[in-house]
């Protein structure tokens, strides 16, 4: 038992490492200088800035109600889920307040590559929860198993995609009001 613990654990750091190196691959695609880093003006570093204070707050109300229902004996997920979980709620409340107050495309930033990778990497995350369904997977002992990470990933990326989307066509009608006054 022990031994398949350390071969999870070696899985799991395994695989944020290659995702790790996937990021960077992709923040040197999504650039349009191919520049690994994304720049920004004073104004939207100030908006990041909060943008992750609320994200750091929004995780730790998300760690507190996973320690209480860890407390109440009430599992859901499992263990790793619920650990994701955190992670996710504190991203999107970073990248949405980022999205909404104009903090989030960076000045070297290629909008249209952005869309095309948050929607692939959400479109192959539901292919994984959808072969995790069909295998009988997703559900282990009445919880959700770690498959559902793949269905928290599935949500972030398309609700960054729908935000982004939505965001930019506002932007597009107040520039296009603007120009006609």
Same mark, same amino acid.
């Given at each position: 038992?022990?031994?398949?613990?350390? =071969?999870?654990?070696?899985?799991?750091?395994?695989?944020?490492?290659?995702?790790?190196?996937?990021?960077?691959?992709?923040?040197?695609?999504?650039?349009?200088?191919?520049?690994?880093?994304?720049?920004y003006? *004073?104004?939207?570093?100030?908006?990041?800035?909060?943008a992750?204070?609320?994200?750091?707050?929004g995780?730790?109300?998300?760690?507190?109600?996973?320690?209480?229902?860890?407390?109440?004996?009430?599992?859901?997920?499992?263990r790793?889920t619920?650990?994701?979980?955190?992670?996710?709620?504190?991203?999107?409340?970073?990248?949405? =307040?980022?999205?909404w107050?104009?903090? =989030?495309?960076g000045?070297?930033?290629?909008?249209?590559?952005f869309?095309?990778?948050s929607?692939?990497?959400?479109?192959?995350?539901?292919?994984?929860?959808?072969?995790?369904?069909?295998?009988?997977?997703?559900?282990?002992?009445?919880?959700?198993?770690?498959?559902?990470?793949?269905?928290?990933?599935?949500i972030?990326?398309?609700?960054?995609?729908? *935000?982004?989307?939505?965001?930019?066509?506002?932007?597009?009608?107040?520039?296009?009001?603007?120009? *006609?006054?």
């Amino acid at each position: 038992m022990e031994g398949t613990s350390i =071969y999870r654990g070696a899985g799991v750091a395994t695989g944020l490492l290659i995702g790790f190196i996937i990021c960077i691959i992709l923040f040197r695609f999504i650039n349009k200088d191919k520049n690994l880093s994304t720049k920004y003006d *004073e104004r939207q570093k100030t908006v990041r800035g909060k943008a992750y204070m609320y994200g750091f707050w929004g995780a730790m109300i998300a760690a507190i109600l996973v320690m209480i229902l860890d407390s109440a004996g009430i599992m859901i997920a499992s263990r790793l889920t619920t650990d994701f979980f955190v992670i996710f709620i504190g991203t999107f409340i970073q990248v949405t =307040y980022s999205i909404w107050n104009d903090g =989030y495309y960076g000045i070297n930033t290629n909008k249209k590559r952005f869309y095309i990778v948050s929607l692939c990497a959400g479109i192959a995350n539901l292919l994984s929860v959808i072969a995790n369904i069909k295998d009988g997977r997703f559900i282990d002992n009445g919880v959700i198993s770690d498959a559902g990470i793949n269905l928290l990933c599935v949500i972030l990326f398309l609700m960054i995609a729908a *935000e982004l989307i939505i965001k930019d066509r506002m932007d597009e009608k107040v520039s296009a009001e603007e120009s *006609e006054d």
